[in-house]
Structure formats: C-alpha cells, structure tokens
C-alpha cells in the first residue's frame, strides 16, 4: 500500500495542530504497518505568510519520503483585506471571489498538485481543507482522495468553493463527531466513506524541575495551565482576564501558567506566568503538576492538548462554545465547561479545591483516552478505512 | 467518590451555585455582564452549536444596548467632536435603546417560554436519545438470522447500502464481506468489527442529511420498532426519497403481537412507540413507489408449541393450531421493498 500526503508544509519544525497530526500518522503507517509513504509539500515554513524556511528536494524523514517544492507564491500582501470583505458574508460570496481568495491566501503551488496526480499512490490524503493544495488538489486526484478536514465551524468553511472540494473525497476522516456533523450539515457528503477518529498521543515523563524553573514556581504551589499559541484569537487573553477577575475574589495562591508561542501577550498581572515556547519535558512536567489544564479557545477542530492532559492525570475546563472540546468533555466526563464567568470561578473553585474530583474527573479522562486515542487504537480503525478507500478508488 | 462522580449532577450543581449567587447579589450583575461580553467576543453565537439555552442566554446578553458609544480616537479633535456629537443626542439613542430593549427581552422571553412548552412537550413524548439515557435499549438484531434473507433481497444492488440501526455492525460487516458497499449507523455509539464504518446517528437525522437518490439500499431496524408511529411514517417517505431507482428497503422488526414478549419491564414500557405489522410496512412502503412483500416471518419452533397427540380428533388438531396462532404469533419478520 502506497499512501501520499499532500500538506502546506511538513517537518519536525511544524507544530500547528493539522500538519502535526499528518505527521504523526504518516510516520506511524510507516512504523507501524510498513506501508510505502510519501509527503508531497511545499519548502514553507511561516502558516501566516508561506515564507521558505526548507530547500526544494527530496528528504527522509523518519521513514517517510518528504518531496518538497518550490511556490509560485505564498500569501499575498492583500489577502487580509480581501479575506475580511469576502468574509463579512462568506455564504453569498461568488464564485470568482471564493477562487481569488483561495489563490491569495496561499500557498500555490502547482508542482505539488502535478505530483499528486501524476503519482502512483494508492491513496492521496489532503490535510486540511482550507488551503490552495487541497482546493485545487483535490478535484485534480478524484476518487484516490482522502481528506482529514480538520475544519471547525469558521467563516471560510461556509464559502461555496468547498462544497466542491468535500463532495470530490473518496474518504472523509474527521476528528470528531462534531466536526462530522458540521461538515454532513453543510456538504453533501453525508454517504461518503468516513471515519471518525483523532489522534493519538505519545506521553512523556516530564521534567518538574525544569517546570518549576521555566515558571518561577516552588514546589506544590498550585496552578492552573493553558498550553498553545498565546492568541486572543485562542482565548488566552479572555481567560487572563477571568482569572484576573477571579483572583480579585478568591486571594490565594493560585497561579494561570500560560504556556507556548506569545501572539498577543495579555496584561501584567502578579498570578498570570507568560513562560513563552517549552520544550518536551517541561511541557509535560508542567502537565503532571497543574491542578487543571484549561482550554479557552472556541475554535478548536480536534485540541491534542486536551488528550494530553488527560493523559497526564489532569482534568480539564474547556470553553463551552468549541464544539470538539465540549465533545471530548461530555464523552469522557473528565472535566467541566464554563460559558461565561459565573461559570468558570464556580468550576475553578471546585477543581482547585477538591482533590478527589480532580483525580476523579482525570481518570474518567484518561480511560476515555485509552479506549479512543491511543495509536495502537487509531492506526488499527485508520488501516481498515484506508484500506477499504484504496480498494474502493481501484474498482 | 473519586470513581461515582455523576458527571450530569456535578454540572447541574455548578449551574445551581451560579444562579444562588447571581440571585444572591454575591455575583453583581455588572461586574459578570462585562466579563460575559467580553466572552461573547471570542466565543460568537455560531460556535454555540445547537445549545438552545445558551444560545437564548446569549440572546438575553445581546438584548442590553450599551447607548455609550466609544468617543477615543488617535487625534484629539476627532475625540472631542465624537464627544460633543454623543452629548447633543444621547437623548435620542435613548429613546431608540429603550425600544429596542423592550422589544428584545420581550422576544427572548417568548423564547424561553417556548423552549418550556417543548421542554413538557418532550416529559410528554420523550425524544428517543432521553429514553436510551433512562435505560431503554435499542434492539439487537440477530444477524446470523437475518444475513442471508437482505443479501438475497439485495442482489444487484450497486451503490451504498445503510443499515440503521445496526447497533454493533455485524450485519453491517456481512454485507460487506459479500460484496456491497455498506455502512451502518446507529445512535449509540460503539466498537464496530475493525473496518466496519459506523456513524454514531439517529436514523431520521442521517437519513435527513442523505442527498436525494444517494442509496442503493436501505436496511432498517430497531428504530422500527420503537418510534412513534408518527415517525415511522415519515421514515417511509424519507427512504422513498433517499433510495435510488432499482433500489431497496428492508424491513426488519418485531412482529406487535411477539414484541413485548422478548423485552424486559423498562424496554417495554419506556419504549415511545411499538412496532407495526409487516402489512402495514408494505402499505407506507408501496405508497412511495415501492412493490413490497413479506420476504420471512419467524414463529416460535414447532417444538414448543402445543401439539395435538397423534391420532387426535380433527377438529381437535384444529383448535389446537387456532390456539398456536393466538399464543405463539410470529417473533419477527422482513418486509422487501423493491424501487419500482
């Protein structure tokens, strides 16, 4: 079985969520079941301008044939302006605005298309919908199309150029059941071969020390941790000031570690740590000895950073406007939401100070995380699905 | 209690401590109103979903009009002026914000009081998800039974096949292992056999979301037979819709006069609907262009029925059958529906 990925870009430099997660499974199809698998991508780097930061060429990567190629360009200068206008009403939007806006946004890359065609892979996985590769890709390959979405419920995803784009798959694998009825609710695709499925995690041990020196923190002081893209847009910034209201009514020890890339850095506050990008271990480290891992963004498709601190022992609070982390919460019962203040200081009085419903609501957690995302799990459910699409596309 | 916490009522008592401190006064009404607007910001009614009381709990937020507008600006002279502009009107905006106002939270709380008349609607007429939740199970089919009477009534079908509900996929995985392009759902979700596809949904609500025309055949069960009747009529329409030309339905449900029979106390009585005769299935099917027939009926084995001792009277063996069709009706039947 031969299986092509066709990503925006590709490397153990790339962290964001959808290129991550075809990472992990292209690697693992490799290790795991032995299957040929190439990466057709372009040399970007930069999500927010397609800037080139790999050399056009060939690579092996950790088993997996990585075939990068130069763009024709990447995102244009005016995409931000025009994306607004387009995006102000994406549902009326015409057909030659929904194609200019997918050439402005990037990256385009025809070689890379040219590539997936011209390829003899059994399958062609497009990994997410949103971008130039995938919009033009998809159609060009036909049934030997797999598409991981990826999507949320977000404006582009109502521009009418998608309904073409999900309606060619030969194989929709979604993230969650969220995600499968959004998509079934606005494309015709609700016979279309699909998988629900995720992705798996690899826990580490951690390293508490390091954790502690990154934060400033002593040892058993309690805190509470978002991890990911400091971003308004992520909902750091909402949460940096609920936590601010909230220690204006509960004094005490209590700390808000926010963790990763800083975007929009929220104002100074004495309990609110910004530690900036972490490591591996320390990732962990800080995962294993927060009393809650905190999501607040409304927009997340699948949130790994949740199964991770499910397997970390944590429980989580997640914002009740994201349809997946609220699909994970209600699944597992590992964790609360808050959709508003009220909620959020009730639900962080609770997590903080009850030991026995944190371990609880983290083992309900993890047991969720074992029957459903470990890659034993997930690469047994993903070989079955690709295998019945190659034999589906070959007939 | 590490182990029994009750996810539903640790939820419900996080919304109960809100309201006590929201009537309370211990949560002031401004001070939450300004945090909840900025949330509102970063989490739009769209990304809400289908939760209608936060939706309406939005809605209510939304229904307050701020008539201060922002009067800063980079070039002090703009500042100014924006500020004389507000004082020269404001009384203006607030005659048109009180009617707003008014007409707003009189508009929401219709909607609240809507959402309590479907919510006695639904004490009434429980939706099929509440029942399951209460204990009420869907029907486990017996594939082995039943497998070779669809593959028969399915030859020549091409295109894909849905089994609703097909609880775990068996019958789902035999359809495939002979050769059709099937697939199952079902509104509990479970492990399926490895590469078996299975959508966790009500049958109704993916039947809904199916394109015109996009089966070539459709195999029901379970919902069959514990839908209101009201519901079951309009899955035969629905099917008539979604199943191609040259396609085909099949039926496979208890018989009403056996069905209470193989059930337990909570299946039976929690059950919102009851199923129908195979006649009655033939009649729906055959008025959306269907030709229809009973393909099999399982009855009780001859060995545990009542039998006439040899040599019996006639008219003795004859009663006795009498009172094996009263006693012993057929368990279960398939209703073929072919695309006329």
Redesign the interface.
């Known amino acids: 079985m031969k299986v092509a990925y066709v990503v925006p870009r590709y490397g153990t430099e790339v962290l964001g969520g959808a290129e991550y997660g075809a990472r992990m499974l292209a690697e693992r199809l490799v290790s795991m079941l032995g299957w040929d698998v190439e990466v057709l991508t372009t040399c970007a780097l930069d999500a927010r301008t397609w800037a080139e930061g790999y050399p056009a060429g060939e690579v092996d990567l950790n088993g997996v044939l990585v075939r990068r190629f130069r763009s024709a360009a990447g995102r244009d200068p005016g995409f931000e302006a025009f994306s607004d206008s387009v995006l102000r009403s994406p549902e009326s939007a015409s057909p030659a605005d929904g194609q200019r806006w997918i050439d402005l946004q990037g990256p385009v890359n025809p070689e890379v298309i040219a590539a997936a065609v011209e390829g003899d892979a059994d399958l062609v996985v497009f990994y997410p919908y949103l971008y130039h590769p995938t919009v033009r890709g998809m159609p060009a390959v036909g049934r030997r199309s797999v598409l991981h979405p990826a999507a949320h419920d977000e404006p582009p995803l109502r521009l009418p150029l998608f309904r073409d784009v999900f309606a060619a798959a030969g194989g929709l694998v979604f993230q969650t059941h969220g995600e499968r009825r959004l998509a079934e609710h606005l494309f015709p695709v609700a016979t279309t071969p699909q998988i629900v499925m995720g992705l798996g995690v690899e826990p580490a041990a951690g390293d508490a020390a390091a954790a502690r020196g990154v934060t400033g923190l002593g040892e058993g002081d309690p805190f509470l941790l978002c991890l990911g893209r400091v971003d308004d847009g992520k909902g750091t910034g909402l949460l940096a000031r609920f936590f601010a209201a909230y220690k204006d009514r509960h004094p005490g020890p209590l700390k808000l570690i926010l963790a990763g890339p800083v975007a929009d850095r929220p104002p100074q506050h004495r309990d609110v740590v910004v530690t900036g990008p972490v490591d591996e271990a320390v990732k962990w480290g800080l995962l294993r000895e927060a009393q809650a891992f905190v999501s607040p963004s409304p927009f997340e498709a699948f949130s790994i950073v949740l199964i991770e601190a499910w397997t970390a022992g944590v429980p989580v609070l997640v914002n009740a406007a994201c349809l997946a982390t609220t699909e994970h919460v209600r699944r597992s019962a590992g964790g609360l939401v808050f959709g508003g203040y009220a909620q959020f200081e009730v639900a962080v009085e609770r997590l903080t100070g009850d030991a026995a419903l944190r371990s609880g609501l983290a083992r309900r957690g993890g047991a969720y995380v074992g029957r459903n995302f470990t890659w034993p799990v997930i690469i047994d459910r993903y070989r079955g699905f690709l295998e019945r699409a190659a034999a589906r596309a070959a007939g | ?5 009750d ?1 539903r009522r ?2 419900e008592e ?2 109960a ?2 309201r006590r ?2 009537e309370s006064g211990d ?1 002031p009404a401004d ?2 109103r300004e ?2 607007l ?2 509102a ?4 009614v ?4 289908d ?1 209608f009381d ?1 939706v309406v ?1 939005r809605a209510e937020q939304s229904a307050f009009v701020d008539v201060l507008a922002p009067t800063q600006s980079a070039q002090p002279l703009v500042g100014h002026v924006k500020r004389i502009i507000r004082k020269a009107i404001i009384w203006e905006v607030r005659y048109v914000a009180q009617q707003v106002g008014g007409f707003s939270v009189a508009i929401t709380r219709a909607v609240r009081l809507l959402g309590r008349r479907v919510d006695a609607l639904e004490e009434v007429a429980p939706p099929p998800a509440r029942l399951r939740a209460a204990g009420a199970t869907t029907a486990s089919l017996d594939a082995g039974r039943w497998g070779p009477t669809v593959v028969a009534a399915l030859e020549g079908v091409t295109g ?1 096949v ?1 089994h609703t509900e097909c609880g775990d996929g068996a019958l789902v995985a035999l359809l495939a292992g002979a050769g059709f ?1 099937a ?1 199952g759902a079902d509104p509990v ?1 479970q492990a399926a056999p ?4 299975v ?2 949904d009500e049958a109704l609500d ?1 039947l809904n ?3 015109d025309g ?2 070539g055949a459709l195999v029901l069960s379970g919902c069959v037979e514990r839908l209101p009747a009201g519901a079951l009529t309009r899955m035969a329409v629905v099917a008539g819709a979604k199943v191609a030309e040259g396609g085909v339905v099949v039926v496979l449900s208890a018989d009403p006069r056996g069905w209470e029979r193989g059930r337990s106390p909570v299946d039976a009585d929690l059950a919102s609907g009851r199923p129908l005769r195979a006649e009655t299935w033939a009649h729906l099917l055959d008025a959306q262009q269907f030709r229809s027939e009973v393909a099999a009926e399982f009855a009780v084995p001859d060995g545990e029925t009542l039998q006439a001792v040899p040599g019996a009277d006639p008219v003795l063996a004859a009663n006795f059958a009498l009172l094996n069709q009263l006693l012993f009706p057929p368990a279960s039947y398939a209703v073929v529906a072919s695309r006329r």
């Open positions: 209690m590490t182990d029994v916490i996810h640790l939820l996080i919304d401590e809100v401190r929201r949560l001070f939450e945090l909840d900025a949330f910001r970063f989490a739009p769209h990304a809400i979903g939760d936060q709990e894909r849905l392009d697939y979700e490895a590469g078996v596809e959508r966790t993916h979301a199916l394109p996009a089966l």
